[in-house]
């Protein structure tokens, strides 16, 4: 059964903006943090923003000021919304949810990914 299904990724020239979204089942989306992580081939998986249920946000350094994490709790979606975009963004991003969003843990439910290129 799928719970999270990723949306919006695609391809973008440097500079440019995408916004990504990610609609949960309601009982994943109201009883959980939200959050995204991406992975560029040959690194690791990183967190890129994650929001509390009370809103709270908090974002990776390299995209700090660019993107911003949001939720929508009547659509039971969680967005990202990312501007300025880089060459160095461009990985597979993946929304995820548990009650805790961390660097340290991975999280108990995934989302099957969207490509997001930017190209230079």
């Known amino acids: 059964q799928v719970q999270l299904v990723e949306s919006g990724g695609g391809l973008v020239q440097a500079g440019g903006s995408l916004r990504l979204s990610c609609e949960a089942s309601r009982s994943i989306f109201s009883n959980n943090a939200m959050g995204w992580y991406r992975q560029a081939p040959g690194k690791q998986r990183e967190l890129v923003a994650g929001?509390?249920?009370?809103?709270?946000?908090n974002y990776a350094g390299s995209v700090k000021g660019r993107f911003t994490i949001s939720r929508d709790n009547a659509k039971n979606t969680v967005y990202l919304q990312m501007n300025s975009l880089k060459p160095e963004d461009t990985a597979v991003y993946y929304c995820?949810?548990?009650?805790?969003?961390?660097?340290?843990?991975?999280?108990?439910?995934w989302g099957q990914g969207t490509q997001v290129t930017v190209s230079s």
């Open positions: 995820a949810a548990d009650q805790w969003i961390t660097t340290y843990i991975s999280p108990r439910y």
């Open positions: 929001i509390t249920r009370s809103g709270t946000t």
